[in-house]
């Protein structure tokens, strides 16, 4: 999994299989559609609003497993893109039930790249990737879409030769052109072609708690740094993944995510790249000379310790303002820029907790106009909105002053 400030947004890496020959078989299988069995719904065709199905959903017959998983498609799904889910019957009764099946109009602005700010280029080493091609600011709406695909990654779990028809139902139903969209995704050349492009590609999300893989296939073409110049959100109302520039992003320039925490030390970075997602990696970061990598993870164990001692709230808490300044300052020479939302919010905490309500104010502005920009609504924001209604009555004031005073 993706985490890569050590904060909640993630794309995922899921479990290469081992084993070859159940690959192999599952290829073997998937070149014909199987007749996996109907099971549900039978209004085949007529999508309503309690049943988005286009198809009739697909069931994986329960062998050793007690839970069901079928395929549900609405090939209609974001103005004609289609999406295909592998899921069990009761996640997808809710997912039919979220906006994005239940409100019209949510999608005339996305899955738009007809003149996108980018465009596809082959790089030596890392495929294809994707470049700016005039001047991105920071904030700018870079990708805006809807996944084709969502797979429950216990679906694809207990019996691959079986599970790998259904992923494959899953994808044949899927309208053509977005079949070929899928398809020209960067995969490995061994393995199921269905599974490798997921393995490769996808990012995760959770529908009632469980992990899912989704296919966003043009975000996809977004390559790792562990400094990037782009963040992404997802909302998992409408299901529309952004991603939006975190700095100016100069014509030319690759557009980068990370895939991973990249708060850690260079050397764990990359293991986890290469255990997780299978490549080396050569970002700008990890190219660099040994003594700027040895600098760079000396920042990265400093904003590490402080993030702890200024999340620490108990009655040892140990956290300043200054420490906060200093984190901010941190973030900014490791070119952290998708960190600056958190940094204002520490800074703001700290300041509350010692009573200077005017600096907790500014930096509380600060995050908030960050926090939109790198992750849209989420809960920090919620919280510097708080603060600043009532910065006295919120939790932090005076929090720290206190103790110290005991
Ligand atoms: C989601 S795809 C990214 C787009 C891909 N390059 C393409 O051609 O479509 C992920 C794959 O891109 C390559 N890749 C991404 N970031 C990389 C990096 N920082 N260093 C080396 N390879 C990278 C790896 O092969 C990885 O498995």
């Not at 079949?179 to 199921?192: E, H, K, Y």
Request: charged content about 25%.
């Amino acid at each position: 999994g993706q985490f890569p400030l050590g904060v909640e947004i993630r794309t995922d890496s899921c479990t290469r299989s081992e084993n070859d020959s159940l690959i192999k078989l599952s290829r073997e299988l998937s070149g014909n559609e199987y007749a996996p069995e109907t099971c549900g719904i039978e209004n085949a065709g007529k999508a309503s609003l309690s049943n988005p199905w286009t198809s009739p959903p697909k069931c994986i017959p329960e062998q050793n497993s007690t839970s069901t998983y079928c395929v549900y498609t609405n090939d209609k799904f974001a103005n004609g893109r289609g999406i295909s889910f592998l899921t069990s019957p009761s996640i997808a009764e809710r997912i039919a039930l979220l906006p994005a099946f239940t409100k019209k109009n949510l999608y005339k602005k996305v899955n738009q790249f007809d003149d996108p700010p980018w465009e596809v280029k082959a790089i030596p080493g890392r495929g294809k990737g994707l470049f700016a091609i005039r001047t991105l600011h920071r904030g700018e709406e870079i990708v805006s879409s809807t996944p084709v695909g969502a797979f429950q990654s216990d679906a694809l779990m207990p019996d691959y030769a079986l599970d790998y028809i259904y992923l494959h139902t899953a994808f044949i139903h899927l309208p053509k052109a977005t079949q070929q969209l899928f398809m020209s995704t960067m995969a490995g050349l061994v393995g199921d072609p269905i599974m490798e492009r997921l393995n490769t590609n996808a990012f995760s999300g959770e529908f009632e708690g469980s992990s899912h893989f989704l296919m966003y296939p043009e975000t996809a073409r977004m390559n790792h740094d562990c400094r990037p110049n782009a963040m992404y959100y997802y909302d998992p109302k409408t299901l529309i993944h952004r991603t939006i520039a975190a700095r100016t992003i100069q014509s030319g320039e690759e557009i980068t995510i990370p895939y991973d925490n990249i708060l850690r030390p260079r050397e764990e970075r990359q293991t986890s790249l290469r255990e997780f997602w299978g490549f080396s990696c050569g970002c700008s970061l990890c190219s660099r000379s040994d003594k700027e990598i040895e600098d760079s993870d000396a920042r990265i164990q400093e904003i590490l310790d402080l993030q702890v001692k200024l999340a620490n709230w108990s009655p040892w808490s140990s956290g300043t303002p200054n420490m906060a300044e200093m984190l901010i300052s941190l973030y900014e020479e490791e070119h952290l820029h998708a960190a600056k939302a958190t940094g204002h919010t520490f800074a703001a905490l700290a300041y509350n907790g010692v009573g200077n309500k005017m600096m907790a104010e500014w930096h509380a502005e600060l995050a908030l106009e960050a926090g939109m920009v790198n992750s849209g609504p989420n809960d920090d924001i919620t919280a510097m909105k708080k603060l600043l209604d009532d910065p006295e009555g919120h939790w932090s004031w005076m929090a720290r002053k206190a103790k110290a005073e005991l």
